[in-house]
């Protein structure tokens, strides 16, 4: 049993100790032996930092390692490691940085490897893959329920920048510590004197250090080394755009298959889905699982097998008149890849209103996780939209909510929504299905505060206080940086396979005596999946197969 120390409770009872801190046997320490250094250390050595860029593992043989976390004033006792044990937590598969110092607190030895060992380890041996997977996982659970990070977020509730970096660490399973600035009038005194304007805000401290005003998710990603050890420059077999279920569905198939798979993602894994409350229709899940929990899982899964997925860095162009295809992200050469898929998805259809940008953030919402329940806790709120996700975001919000409105379009919901969440919704008594209805006014100054709904209906308009709006109707296809280079259809969504018409074929300069397969653009090599595609099907169990598909085409095309 794991020796913790009571000052920092770092396992609850719930998150069972044994299976966080689990002591391996004799024969699997051995195996794990074979496979890396056997070294004595030193009382007092300090074998992690925190911060350190190039994580190891280590498996204590003899003594015992303390991991300790260090804090402006000192450091704080967390856990001991006693023979049989092992060090680590997720960043043990992404190559971040991680949180913790640990030293030997007497003389002790131990078993280290490197990043890469430890990953053939958990690819190669089922039953300590498991093992490790399922403590690293759990740490990494407690590290974010007790806001054991390196990064401080002061900010508002009103401040639509501290919306965004809240999502944005939160669905990047980073854990931080928040510091509401609308309710620590101390704090915010403290901004005051270092002249640090409402612009400024939200404020990042980042590793204790470094001091961040307004900061863009790529600069936050940058400062907590998101994408370290990446190599840029390297011609990969495929390279993904996007990590929605189509995208990370692509890179657990490919990288498990032996490819060198790059995965780039604009904000972070999940993408649409990846914000739902509750996936209830997915196979394998009869009790449902949220967004943001299978996105977690399909990420770990892809580290797992060797993919490495490169966070807040967006598509800007595809070059495609040249070989390797270059995929621009930014200033500086693009990224070579052999073959690539297109999983970068849709947004949801913005609202029609014209001072609409003044609430985005702060009043507007595109997604409706915990963490934009927590603003509106006991008020009314809206979702516009009629699909499967605006369903499962209006019975999550019914919740904690005090009432559910839901605004479409059409005449219900039939046509558009699982029946399954149409019965939710007809006997949930908070929430009002408000059909052919449509929102034409917002109102507020800093933030929202009124909205005018117009019922076609009746003509009537009326005017309710309500600050919370999630939008979630239509779809517009993130195709804009393709630069032309594939064929689309006339709503923008990629055209595929025999979707491709001969003409379009021809004036696109198809070169291949073959057909594209099922999955491929008029660019050969180049496939779309999942939302972005013309045709798709809009569930999450058709986009991880696309993914799947995908790759044995890409295959086909490595092999030619």
């Known amino acids: 049993m794991v020796e913790t120390i009571p000052a920092v409770p770092l396992l609850s009872a719930a998150s069972q100790a044994d299976k966080a801190f689990p002591t391996l046997t004799a024969a699997q320490v051995s195996r794990i032996g074979t496979r890396g250094r056997a070294r004595k250390v030193e009382q007092g050595e300090v074998l992690t930092e925190a911060c350190e860029r190039s994580p190891r593992f280590f498996v204590v043989t003899a003594g015992r390692l303390e991991v300790v976390r260090p804090s402006g004033t000192g450091e704080e006792l967390v856990a001991i490691h006693r023979p049989g044990q092992f060090s680590g937590e997720l960043s043990m598969l992404s190559g971040r940085r991680g949180f913790i110092r640990m030293r030997a607190s007497e003389p002790s030895e131990v078993i280290e ?151 780039i993602e604009t904000t972070a894994p999940g993408g649409q889905a990846g914000s739902s409350s509750k996936i209830e229709n997915y196979l394998g899940f009869p009790m449902g699982i949220s967004g943001g929990d299978l996105a977690a899982r399909a990420y770990t899964q892809a580290q797992k097998f060797g993919a490495q997925i490169m966070i807040a860095r967006g598509a800007k162009k595809l070059v495609c008149d040249q070989k390797p295809y270059q995929i621009e992200i930014g200033d500086g050469p693009g990224i070579p890849a052999r073959t690539v898929i297109i999983a970068t998805g849709a947004e949801y259809r913005k609202l029609s209103v014209p001072n609409l940008s003044q609430f985005e953030g702060t009043g507007i919402y595109y997604g409706a996780t915990f963490v934009e329940s927590q603003l509106c806790s006991g008020e009314e709120v809206i979702v516009v939209g009629g699909g499967n996700s605006a369903g499962q975001a209006a019975v999550f919000l019914s919740q904690t909510a005090k009432h559910v409105h839901i605004l479409v379009r059409a005449d219900g919901l039939a046509d558009s929504m699982s029946r399954y969440l149409i019965r939710r919704i007809e006997e949930s008594p908070n929430i009002t299905l408000r059909t052919q209805t449509e929102i034409v006014e917002l109102q507020g100054d800093k933030y929202l505060e009124r909205v005018c709904w117009l019922d076609k209906k009746t003509g009537t308009k009326e005017t309710k206080e309500i600050s919370h709006i999630f939008s979630m109707a239509g779809a517009v296809p993130n195709t804009g940086w393709l630069n032309g280079c594939v064929a689309v259809n006339a709503k923008g969504f990629i055209k595929t396979g025999p979707d491709l018409s001969q003409s379009e074929l021809t004036s696109t300069n198809w070169p291949l005596a073959r057909s594209p397969f099922l999955l491929e653009t008029s660019l050969p090599g180049v496939f779309a999946v999942g939302d972005v595609r013309g045709g798709n099907i809009k569930r999450v169990a058709s986009a991880v197969g696309e993914g799947a598909i995908a790759v044995a085409f890409v295959h086909q095309v490595l092999s030619a």
């Not at 508002?156 to 919306?163: A, D, M, R």
């Not at 370290?228 to 498990?256: C, F, H, N, T």
């Open 113 to 263: 490897l490197d990043r890469e060992c430890l990953l053939t380890l958990v690819q190669t041996d089922t039953e300590l893959g498991e093992i490790l997977l399922r403590a690293f996982i759990l740490r990494r659970v407690e590290l974010i329920a007790h806001n054991f990070g390196d990064v401080v977020l002061l900010g508002s509730n009103h401040s639509g920048g501290t919306l965004r970096i809240k999502e944005f660490l939160t669905r990047n399973g980073h854990p931080y510590t928040y510091v509401d600035l609308d309710r620590d009038e101390g704090v915010q005194d403290l901004l005051d004197r270092f002249h640090v304007a409402c612009a400024d805000v939200p404020v990042v401290i980042c590793r204790g250090s470094l001091v961040l005003r307004n900061p863009s998710n790529q600069e936050v990603a940058e400062c907590l080394g998101f994408n370290e050890g990446i190599d840029q420059s390297k011609v990969r077999d495929v390279v993904i755009i996007g990590a929605g279920p189509a995208g990370l569905g692509a890179a657990v198939y490919a990288a498990s298959e032996g490819l060198d798979v790059l995965v």
